[in-house]
């Protein structure tokens, strides 16, 4: 082990955030920046101004900037398959022809899922699944030119994460098998979604890629080794694979000629959470064959890994690739629930040339970060090289930016009630992407579930 760290404060710890110059590394930490929805009202002053009331009552931004409804639950698709589903969560924007985008959308819906995803031949897994994705077709205007199911009979698609040659793939956050919660095929497997012509990818399983709580992915894109995190918020906890496909790079479809799946073992370092001090860096790290990636009989987080065990991290979440490196994020650690120790949010980053993982930044409760709350789901670089980061607390929701100085401000705000006039409530964003173009800011509203596109001066 060698150590180069100290605490980091919040503005140094952002500013370090703009430095990398991606739009990686705080998916989840960065909740722990923000006062809750109290700062919202001090967060104007930076960024691109104070919020504006929206008079339709449905999101607020800053002035200069508008929002076009791309789509809300219940409404009809376009397609004619069926309602427009539930639970929007992670998404991706790809570049179409003549100017067009096309949107892939997560649906975390569970067994109790209020609008499912429509079944449709070709494009169903597990009929008795409620989740999937649906794909939007937009002009440079922003129009929605079509929308159809991309996939359906899936379960918990929570995140997941886009491939170098410009699919989806979609994560399911879940490990129930066949039997449990009326589902007639295991889940907790990976698909791949074509945004253009999702026949041409169909629902198949990538089984080969494990069965587990998937919550995102990044592929490295110099030699198509995936990275996958577990998010198994109670102990045992999740750990950090890696896939090696057997036709690494090879495009649509290549990912199922399958490959091996291998978990990360820190030499003495059973919990990631142990690790408080920004900077301190692991050399030698090991990958360890996962002995059953179908999980057949015991979860993979539960499997005979050797004598000297595997690494495990509770709460991990998002997974991206910058650079030559991949970072990956564990949102908290409690050791009231079975951590070694207690943060606010981790940030790792594996460089895989020198087989080195570097804890980039931690937060609380032993640093200047002192603030509660849940994790944001999501997060994306803004044309403008700071970073958006999607809220998912207690309160009135917001995209929050953070500029490259280290300024943290409110960029949007829900204004959709959907608790009681005693007990207000309100739901929280995800799937925060740009397009590709950088002109337009799309995310969702997990609930009740819209997809909003906002333009406006990103490059000011």
Not at 79 to 105: I, T, W, Y
Not at 127 to 150: F, I, M, Q, W, Y
Request: net charge negative; with cysteine; proline share 7%.
């Amino acid at each position: 082990m060698t150590t180069t760290g100290r605490s980091a404060t919040r503005r140094e710890a952002l500013a370090g955030a703009g430095a990398l110059g991606i739009g990686i590394a705080f998916s989840g930490a960065l909740s722990e920046l923000f006062a809750g929805t109290a700062a919202a009202q001090g967060l104007g002053r930076t960024g691109y101004g104070p919020l504006v009331p929206d008079p339709k009552g449905l999101l607020d931004l800053p002035k200069g900037f508008r929002y076009r409804v791309l789509s809300r639950e219940g409404d009809p698709l376009r397609s004619g398959e069926g309602a427009v589903p539930s639970n929007h969560d992670g998404m991706s924007a790809f570049e179409g022809r003549g100017g067009r985008v096309h949107l892939v959308r997560n649906h975390e819906n569970r067994a109790d899922g209020k609008v499912p995803v429509p079944a449709v031949e070709g494009l169903t897994y597990d009929p008795a699944g409620k989740g999937g994705c649906t794909a939007l077709t937009l002009d440079s205007r922003n129009h929605v030119l079509s929308e159809r199911v991309a996939i359906a009979g899936t379960a918990v698609n929570c995140a997941g994460g886009p491939t170098p040659w410009g699919t989806w793939l979609t994560c399911e956050e879940t490990e129930d098998k066949a039997g449990t919660n009326g589902y007639a095929k295991d889940h907790g497997f990976i698909f791949e979604v074509d945004p253009v012509d999702p026949r041409r990818t169909g629902a198949v399983p990538l089984t080969a890629m494990g069965r587990f709580q998937h919550e995102a992915i990044a592929v490295d894109p110099r030699c198509g080794v995936v990275y996958e995190t577990e998010d198994a918020f109670q102990k045992p906890f999740g750990l950090f694979y890696r896939f090696l496909p057997d036709r690494p790079l090879g495009g649509r479809g290549s990912l199922r000629a399958g490959g091996r799946l291998q978990a990360m073992r820190v030499p003495g370092v059973p919990d990631l959470s142990s690790v408080q001090e920004t900077g301190a860096a692991f050399d030698g790290i090991e990958w360890v064959d996962v002995p059953d990636p179908q999980a057949a009989r015991t979860p993979i987080r539960l499997q005979d890994f050797g004598r000297r065990g595997i690494t495990h991290a509770q709460k991990l979440e998002g997974c991206y690739w910058g650079g030559r490196s991949v970072y990956f994020v564990s949102s908290f650690a409690r050791s009231a629930e079975g951590s070694a120790a207690d943060h606010f949010g981790q940030v790792w980053r594996y460089d895989p040339d020198r087989r080195r993982l570097t804890l980039v930044i931690v937060f609380g409760p032993d640093t200047d970060v002192q603030l509660p709350g849940e994790s944001p789901d999501n997060i994306c670089l803004a044309p403008s090289g700071g970073l958006m980061v999607c809220e998912d607390g207690e309160g009135a929701q917001h995209v929050y930016g953070v500029t490259r100085r280290g300024e943290v401000y409110a960029m949007a705000r829900n204004r959709q009630d959907i608790g009681t006039p005693e007990e207000p409530e309100w739901g929280e964003f995800a799937g925060v992407t740009f397009s590709p173009d950088g002109e337009t800011m799309y995310v969702n509203c997990y609930r009740p579930g819209t997809t909003f596109a906002v333009t406006g001066p990103w490059r000011r």
